[in-house]
């Protein structure tokens, strides 16, 4: 069984900067994707971004530009910084990992950006 936690939400200004951090314990082994979702109040979960164990990375249009998405394999861990941070972003942000034909979701964190 394999676990993931998010943490590093909060409440941010406008234009301020969040690090997201997801931590996966458990059964790991092998190749895994690790990914960041997101989910608005009254909207359906949208991709924001993802990264391979090779460093590979996909980034959804609405983050492009001001994010930064890592992983340290070792650690089983991945963050997702965001900056320049707008109202839109406020969502619960999930942390998915993906091995094989599996995948796994952590509880979310709260971002609410809000001056």
């Known amino acids: 069984q394999v676990q993931v936690v998010e943490s590093g939400g909060g409440l941010v200004q406008p234009g301020g900067s969040l690090t997201l951090s997801c931590t996966a314990t458990?059964?790991?082994?092998?190749?895994?994707?690790m990914g960041w979702y997101r989910q608005a109040p009254g909207m359906q979960r949208e991709f924001v971004a993802s990264i391979t164990d090779l460093g590979l990375t996909k980034v959804a249009d609405s983050v492009k530009g001001r994010n930064a998405i890592s992983r340290d394999n070792a650690k089983d861990t991945a963050s997702l910084q965001i900056d320049r941070l707008k109202v839109e972003d406020t969502a619960v942000y999930y942390c998915n990992l993906v091995m094989g034909l599996r995948d796994y979701w952590g509880q979310g964190t709260q971002v609410t950006v809000s001056s």
């Open positions: 458990g059964t790991i082994y092998g190749s895994y994707d």
